[in-house]
C-alpha cells in the first residue's frame, strides 16, 4: 500500500503539471447524461446513454467495461459488456448525498486502450466542506505575515530583451521573503507607455517549470507578474527543471507535513503575499487595482492570497487544489494533493496529525475570508481536483461570486473559458 500512496503522488504530480486539453482521438467513447445540463436533485436517477464510434461512425461488435459511483471511491457495480449495435443506456442510480457520481468506461480497439468518463452532479451548491476551523486560524497567519514583513523585500530586476515586445518590457525580477536569502522568482511585464497601471499576479499550477511572461495582458496596459514559488531562478536551461523535478523538489507538497511551522506551502503562501508588496512599489502601478488568479495550486494560492491580504480587489480561479483535504475521511472525495486518500494505510496519530496541520492550510478555511468578488471555473470530469472538493470551498464563499462550469472538461482548460475569465477579472480591476 505505501508503494501504491507513493505511485498515487508521481502520477499526481506529473498530470497536474501537464493540465493540458488532451489531444483529439479517431476513436472515442461518448457518454451523455439524460440531464442535459448533468445536473441532478438528490434521489434522482441518472441514465448515461453510450456510443462508441470511429470517425464519427458507431462501432458495432465491442465489448466494454465499465464502473460508475461517487468520484474517487469504491464503485457502486463494475460489469463488462458486448454491444452489438455499438450503443446502450446505463441506469447508474442515484446519490442520497450531495455530491459527484462518475462512470468510467473502457473498451479495447485496434490494440489501443479507449477510455471515456463522464460525470454528473448532485445537487453541488448543497455541498459542505469536513474540514474543521482551527480557533486560532487567523491569528497564526497575521502573526506569520507580521513578522514576515521583518525581512526587506531587497528586489532583483534583470530586462529580459527576448521576451520585450514593441509595446511590453519584461523583467526577470525576484524578491526577498520567508528568511533572508530566500527568494521568489517571478517574471514582470510592464507597458512600455508611461502611466499608471491596474495589475494582476498569476501564481503557477503545481510542478517545477517555468513559462514566459504574459505579455499579451500586459499590452493591454495592465502590469503582469508571474510568481513562481520555489526560490529557484527562471533562467536556466529546461533540463535543471526537469533534474529537480525528479529529485531535490520531488513531492515538495508533502515537505514538512508534520510540522505546520515548517511545511512547504508556509513559505510559498508567505511569498505570495509578499509579491504585492513588490508590485507595490512599482512605480506605473496605480496603486489600487489588483487582481490574482490562478490554476489549479495556482487557484488555491489565489484564494488564500486574496482571503489574507485585501489588497487584491478581484480573483478569477480555475479548479483549486488544496480544498476540503480532509473529504477522504469522510468516504469521499478530497482536494488535491490527496493526502488522505489512502488514510486506511495511516496510524490514527498520524491522521490526527495532519488533520491537525492542514486545516491552516485548506482552501476552505480560508474560503470562508473571501470578501472580494470571486470567478470560480472548472470542470466535472477532473480527475485531479475532485469538483467534490472545490464546491466545498466554493459554497462557503459569501462574497460575490460567479461560477462557471464546463462540464466535459477535466483538468484542463479551453481556451474559451480562459478567455471569459480573464475578460471579467480584467473588468473588475480596470
Known sequence: MKRLFILYYLIISVSIVKAANPSEKAIKIILSPNHADWNYACGENVIFNLDIKKNAAIIPNIEISYQYGPETQKPYKEEKLFLKDGSTSINAGTMTNPGFLRIHVKTHYENNLIEGFCTVAFSPLMIKHTVDMPSDFLQFWNNAIEKNKQIPLNPTYELQPNQC?????????????????????????????????????????????????DTNTAAKGFITLNVFIHGIPLTMPDSIYDILKSSALNQYYLYGIDDVDRYYYKRVILGCIRAI??????????????????????????????????????????????????????????????????????????????????????????????????????????????PTSYYSAYNRITSPKTISIYKETGHWVLPEQQRNAQEWLLNQIK
Not at 525580477?173 to 512600455?192: K, T
Not at 496605480?286 to 487584491?312: F, H, Y
Not at 480587489?313 to 478530497?334: E, F, I, Q, S
Request: charged share 15%; net charge positive; with cysteine.
Open 165 to 213: 515586445t514593441d509595446k511590453v518590457n519584461v523583467y526577470h525580477v525576484s524578491f526577498q521573503s520567508y528568511r533572508l536569502n530566500s527568494r521568489i522568482f517571478g517574471w514582470m511585464a510592464v507597458p512600455r507607455k508611461m502611466g499608471k497601471y491596474p495589475a494582476i499576479i498569476q501564481y503557477p499550477g503545481a510542478g517545477v517549470w517555468k513559462k514566459q511572461a
Open 277 to 386: 508588496d513588490f508590485v507595490s512599489q512599482q512605480t506605473q502601478y496605480d496603486g489600487q487595482n489588483l487582481g490574482v488568479t490562478g490554476q489549479s495550486q495556482g487557484g488555491a494560492l489565489s484564494v488564500i492570497t486574496a482571503s489574507l491580504d485585501k489588497r487584491v480587489k478581484a480573483l478569477a480561479v480555475y479548479h483549486p487544489a488544496l480544498c476540503d483535504l480532509t473529504g477522504y475521511l469522510h468516504d469521499r472525495a478530497g482536494g488535491w494533493p490527496g493526502i488522505f486518500r489512502y488514510y486506511s494505510t495511516m496510524t490514527q496519530n498520524d491522521i490526527v496529525a495532519k488533520k491537525t496541520l492542514t486545516s491552516y492550510y485548506d482552501v476552505v478555511n480560508f474560503a470562508k475570508f473571501i470578501t472580494q468578488p470571486i470567478y470560480f471555473s472548472g470542470g466535472y470530469n477532473d480527475e485531479v481536483c475532485a
